[in-house]
């Protein structure tokens, strides 16, 4: 029994993906989170190091820029510690989501002027930078630049990842990219563990984070406005780029082949893996780790919806974007 089911952070399940006989995919579900997603590791992390290290106390407010799952997450651990929060989200922020942030008691400030992306990123940002200026004791959590971000994710998932692999051995990792604390926690730990690991970032058609050309993206949690600068210190091989309407299509397979219902960003990286290894050739079998950031009950208006998805596909169909010099299916960048 736990005290309090935010306590609960972490061991999420480790799932077996059949692929392929010889390109052995292990998927960690973190769904099984409190609040639902990957960003609890972080929030409750951050929070605890700060007040233990006297950085904030009960007095100061947290700040935050969100496209959903970081600030649900937030909220509920602000809450927790009896911290103010508030949060800045835009229009592309699941309806759900906003209604969590809010039932926590945070304060939420909605953008709605998009930037010269197509995205609200960039405007968001603009908005932490005017409210922290104008306000005392105020902290912001940059999941974007904060090393604390990464280190909690160093310290958990990338900690669990290299112990439940296979005889510990890891030969692949795909990770979505956004923010990228993920990335850049679980690619330090992984790195140090098994340096031979190829460490593969996943992104989507129209994100600017490794130099491909800029759109309007649909789908939260995956591609970025920016290249953001916790990147600085992560460690990755080689990217691979996905379509977002191929995002919801490997949605709906994980659904229906393997009982998984993930959110969109999971949809990124398993169509990530299938496009990696559908042009590589593999002489021996492989274990491959990923990570499937949140659950698609949150997404039953937008990813799993036709009507939606047919305007996801359509608008990429006539909207083309520049992919980065040299671009196949993957982007070697170290």
């Not at 209604?99 to 304060?107: D, H, N, R, T, W």
Request: with cysteine.
């Amino acid at each position: 029994m736990v005290s309090n089911i935010l306590n609960k952070i972490g061991n999420t399940p480790l799932v077996p993906i059949g692929l392929s006989p010889m390109v052995r995919v292990f998927a960690k579900l973190e769904f099984y989170n409190p609040t639902g997603s990957v960003k609890d590791r972080a929030a409750c992390y951050l929070l605890n190091r700060l007040l233990n290290e006297k950085i904030i106390d009960q007095d100061t407010t947290i700040i935050e820029s969100s496209s959903g799952n970081f600030g649900v997450a937030l909220s509920a651990y602000c809450k927790l510690f009896g911290l103010k929060f508030i949060c800045v989200i835009d229009e592309n922020t699941l309806p759900v989501n906003e209604m969590l942030i809010k039932l926590q008691g945070a304060e939420v400030i909605r953008i709605t002027e998009p930037d010269q992306h197509g995205g609200f990123l960039l405007n968001r940002l603009k908005k932490v930078r005017e409210i922290m200026d104008k306000t005392e004791k105020i902290y912001w959590a940059n999941q974007y630049g904060n090393p604390l971000v990464a280190a909690a994710y160093y310290n958990s998932i990338g900690k669990e990842l290299c112990l439940e692999a296979p005889r510990q051995e890891i030969d692949y990792v795909f990770l979505g990219v956004s923010s990228g604390g993920t990335i850049t926690g679980v690619s330090q730990r992984i790195k140090h563990e098994n340096p031979n690991t190829k460490v593969i970032a996943v992104d989507v058609l129209g994100s600017v984070i490794f130099g491909g050309g800029a759109k309007k993206r649909f789908i939260p949690g995956i591609g970025s406005s920016i290249t953001p600068v916790i990147l600085d210190s992560a460690k990755i091989d080689e990217v691979v780029y996905v379509s977002e309407a191929e995002s919801i299509e490997c949605c709906r397979e994980l659904l229906a082949k393997y009982n998984l219902y993930a959110g969109g960003s999971s949809g990124s990286v398993y169509a990530a893996i299938k496009k990696y290894f559908s042009e590589k050739d593999i002489y021996e079998p492989v274990n491959v780790m990923c990570v499937f950031a949140d659950s698609g009950e949150r997404y039953i208006t937008t990813i799993y919806n036709d009507t939606w998805y047919q305007k996801v596909a359509a608008y990429e169909a006539a909207h083309p974007v520049e992919l980065p010099q040299l671009y196949t299916s993957s982007l070697k960048i170290s």
